[in-house]
C-alpha cells in the first residue's frame, strides 16, 4: 500500500472538515475521490500535502501513511523531495508572469542540479505538444486548458511518481478535457500512481480503478469504478441517473 489515510479527523479553526475519513491507494493504481462541494475531497488533500496558503488543516486525529510510515510530522518540501509526491492544485497556481519553460525548469528546484534534465522536457512536451509550440510565451497568456497542462507538466517535472490532481477538468472546454484525461491514463500505463478529485464523477470514474464517495466529510460508499457506477444511489446523486 503506497498512501493510507486511517479515520481522520480534521478542522480548519472550530469548523470540522472530516469525520472520520479512511481510504488508501496502492502503488500503481487511480483512485478518485468524488463528491459534492463542501464534500472534504480537497482537505483531504491538503492534508495530506499540507501546502495551501493561508490556514492549513489540523489534524485532530488519524493518521496519513506513506509506504507504511506516517508523514504527519513530514514537511511539505519533503514530500516532493524525498517521498517524490507532487500536488496539482485546483486552479493551477502557475508562474503568470514567466515563460512556460521557466516554470517547468523552477519545478526542479528540489533535485540533483547535475541531472541532464533535457529528455524530461522533450517527455512533457511529447505529452502536451501545444507547450512545445508556447514554451517561450508568458505562461498568463496560455488558455484555460493550456495552463492546466502546464501545471500537470510542471509536477511532472519535480520527478514524482505520485501525481494529486485536484479538480484538473475545470473550466476546460470538452476537447482539452478529455485530451487531459488520456493524457493522465497514458502517465499511469508508464507507472505513476495517481489520487484524482473531480467533480465531473463519470470522467472519474471511467479512468479510477478506484474510488470513494465523500459527503459531508465522510465516506458514504466505495468500490471498483465499475461497482461505483452501477450503485443506485451514486448514479441518482452524481451521475444524472
Known amino acids: 500500500m503506497l ?19 479512511s481510504f ?41 501513511k506513506f509506504k507504511g510510515d506516517s ?12 517521498l517524490q509526491v507532487a500536488l496539482v492544485p485546483e486552479g493551477r497556481h502557475i508562474f503568470g508572469n514567466l515563460s512556460v519553460m521557466e ?11 547535475d541531472i541532464d534534465f533535457s529528455n524530461e522536457y522533450k517527455r512533457i ?27 500537470v507538466g510542471r509536477a511532472l517535472m519535480t520527478g514524482c511518481t505520485f501525481l494529486l490532481l485536484d479538480e484538473p477538468s475545470m473550466g476546460l472546454a470538452p476537447v ?11 502517465l499511469n ?11 465531473n464523477a463519470s470522467l472519474a470514474l471511467n479512468l479510477a480503478n478506484r474510488g470513494y464517495v465523500l459527503d459531508t466529510g465522510e465516506v ?3 468500490g471498483t469504478s465499475e461497482e461505483l457506477l452501477n450503485n443506485p444511489e451514486v448514479k441518482k446523486a452524481y451521475l444524472g441517473g
Open 220 to 222: 458514504a460508499a466505495e
Open 125 to 151: 512536451f511529447d505529452l502536451f505538444p501545444r507547450l512545445e509550440e508556447r514554451k517561450n510565451q508568458r505562461s498568463e497568456s496560455l488558455s484555460g486548458g493550456e495552463q492546466q497542462m502546464l501545471a
Open 103 to 113: 516554470n517547468l525548469i523552477l519545478a526542479t528546484y528540489s533535485r540533483d542540479k
Open 24 to 64: 488508501h491507494v496502492n502503488e500503481g493504481e487511480i483512485v478518485t475521490l468524488i463528491g459534492a462541494n463542501g464534500a472534504g475531497k480537497t482537505t483531504s488533500l491538503h492534508s495530506i500535502t499540507r501546502l495551501p496558503p493561508p490556514e492549513a488543516p489540523r489534524v485532530v486525529s488519524g493518521d496519513i
Open 71 to 82: 508523514i504527519l510530522k513530514t514537511q511539505p518540501s519533503s514530500l516532493v523531495k524525498d
Open 3 to 21: 498512501l493510507s489515510v486511517e479515520n481522520l479527523i480534521v478542522k480548519y479553526g472550530n469548523i470540522q472538515a472530516l469525520h472520520g475519513v
Open 189 to 199: 500505463e508508464e507507472g505513476m500512481t495517481i489520487l484524482l478529485i473531480e467533480q
Open 176 to 186: 482539452l478535457k478529455y485530451e487531459l484525461f488520456r493524457t493522465l491514463k497514458r
